[in-house]
């Protein structure tokens, strides 16, 4: 069974920093990606980021790309994402997910989300 836990969310002004941790258990990193995908109030789900560990290639949505850092620690099973000058356009929940980058694209799979983390951003 696979089984998603994510920390790290808070309050944060516009302009600051929050680092996000996902621990994962029943799947390996070596085989699967690992990414963010958010959900904020009003708005469409948006895949934020994936990272595949075994050989480090990593995605991001246009809208964090130069600001959001995506990570993983393979012995650990965790993957993190440095967020660095939020915007209040970035409140949502966060969640993790399984994800694969094939040719460039992300292919969420969707079939178990984690409870996710708020983080909210303020102007």
């Known amino acids: 069974e696979v089984q998603l836990v994510e920390s790290g969310g808070g309050l944060v002004q516009a302009g600051g920093s929050l680092r996000l941790s996902c621990t994962a258990s029943?799947?390996?990193?070596?085989?699967?990606?690992i990414g963010w995908f958010r959900q904020a109030p009003g708005k469409e789900r948006e895949g934020v980021s994936c990272i595949s560990p075994s050989d480090g290639t990593t995605y991001y949505t246009d809208s964090v790309k130069g600001r959001f850092t995506i990570s993983s620690d393979n012995a650990k099973n965790t993957a993190y994402l440095q967020m660095d000058s939020l915007k209040p356009e970035d409140t949502a929940v966060y969640h993790c997910?399984?994800?694969?980058?094939?040719?460039?694209?992300?292919?969420?799979?969707?079939?178990?989300w984690g409870k996710g983390t708020l983080v909210t951003v303020s102007s």
């Open positions: 997910l399984e994800c694969t980058i094939q040719g460039g694209k992300v292919f969420w799979n969707h079939d178990t």
């Open positions: 029943g799947f390996s990193f070596d085989d699967d990606g």
